[in-house]
């Protein structure tokens, strides 16, 4: 579907990828459907007083109702599932009423996303063809895009996980040319030294809340990066080498 074809639609419901954290990382389908929304869903963690993805779009925030769900921030798939159930509740309310609904979310909607949980809920309870996914930038294009050496190229494999068990990123090391690692913050200093056993310590590139103004903190070193305070939203750029094609 092209740019020009594209129309929100009444009932219907957007899942709305609002990029890393600057503003200006919006894509213009994405601007257009939260202007043209009735009610706008913005996750918020139970850890922060603000929604980021409220603070990315507050440009285009105008007479749109803003609903922000508190999510928990824990390790426990019932607690999250019941939380984005009662979010997909609300969204199901507006929408059988004739209301356009976006949920914003960082990044992509398919990426580690909070829209996650509420898809399929919303597909089955507004039927086939009234869900929609608006595709955001990743955190990893955004830490990427600090860096000249590319992700990927020619038979390049690139694989994305979160850095949180050593073990399993230990195994993904050996299959891979790129290796993205998200919620790495409290690990950092088990993965240096796993790559350190490598010998991939100076392969590792580091960025910490990607795109977001006056936060955003950028390490060529994984080691100088183990000085500062990483926070939640670190994410690890690991290049093992090239792939040989012929």
């Given at each position: 579907m092209s740019h020009d074809s594209f129309q929100?639609?009444?009932?219907?419901?957007?899942?709305?990828?609002?990029?890393?954290?600057?503003?200006?990382?919006?894509?213009?389908?994405?601007?257009?459907?939260?202007?043209n929304s009735g009610v706008i869903l913005c996750p918020r963690s139970a850890l922060s007083r603000d929604s980021l993805a409220l603070e990315i779009i507050r440009d285009h925030i105008f007479d749109q109702e803003v609903i922000e769900h508190v999510?928990?921030?824990?390790?426990?798939?019932?607690?999250?599932?019941?939380?984005?159930?009662?979010?997909?509740?609300?969204?199901?309310?507006?929408?059988?009423?004739?209301?356009?609904?976006?949920?914003?979310?960082?990044?992509?909607?398919?990426?580690?996303?909070?829209?996650?949980?509420?898809?399929?809920?919303?597909?089955?309870?507004?039927?086939?063809?009234?869900?929609?996914?608006?595709?955001?930038?990743?955190?990893?294009?955004?830490?990427?895009?600090?860096?000249?050496?590319?992700?990927?190229?020619?038979?390049?494999?690139?694989?994305?996980?979160?850095?949180?068990?050593?073990?399993?990123?230990?195994?993904?090391?050996?299959?891979?040319?790129?290796?993205?690692?998200?919620k790495t913050g409290r690990k950092l200093q088990q993965l240096f030294d796993l790559l350190k056993r490598q010998g991939l310590e100076r392969h590792a590139r580091v960025v910490f809340n990607s795109g977001m103004p006056g936060k955003e903190k950028i390490y060529q070193d994984l080691e100088q990066a183990l000085e500062d305070e990483p926070g939640y939203l670190a994410c690890v750029l690991v290049y093992t080498g090239r792939r040989k094609w012929d």
């Open positions: 929100t639609q009444k009932g219907h419901f957007y899942a709305v990828g609002v990029g890393p954290g600057s503003p200006d990382l919006l894509t213009l389908r994405a601007v257009d459907v939260i202007r999510y928990p921030m824990q390790r426990s798939e019932t607690k999250v599932r019941d939380s984005w159930l009662r979010a997909s509740e609300i969204i199901a309310f507006h929408c059988l009423r004739g209301r356009t609904v976006a949920q914003v979310t960082l990044g992509d909607p398919h990426i580690y996303s909070t829209c996650a949980y509420v898809l399929p809920v919303i597909e089955k309870a507004l039927g086939s063809g009234r869900t929609h996914i608006i595709p955001g930038i990743t955190a990893f294009q955004s830490c990427a895009a600090n860096f000249t050496q590319s992700l990927t190229t020619q038979e390049d494999r690139l694989t994305l996980m979160p850095g949180t068990d050593m073990a399993e990123v230990e195994k993904a090391i050996g299959g891979c040319e790129t290796l993205v690692l998200y």
